[in-house]
């Protein structure tokens, strides 16, 4: 199972209220992280656009930081920073 970054965002919004938040997803693949995202409550609508962590390849700081983080929630900008992941 993989961790997937999901973020949201709404092109219908003005600038600067695009940005509709970041989930992290645990799932097989990024049709199933989308479905998870949705099941989970963490999917607020919009476009999304998601990536597979390739945990393996990253620093053991940043995979700590991943670690904390919650997953399967929305995150905003302000957590984001508060967990180091901007």
Known sequence: MGLWWLSFANPKNPPGERFL???LVE?????????RAWREGCNPGGEIQGTELPLSQLSNEIRL?????????????????????R
Do not use: M, N, Q, T
């Open 21 to 23: 938040g970041v989930a």
């Open 27 to 35: 799932a097989d693949s990024y049709p199933e992280a989308i479905r």
């Open 65 to 85: 930081l991943l670690a904390k983080a919650p997953h399967h929630r929305l995150l905003d900008k302000d957590h984001l920073v508060e967990y180091g992941l």
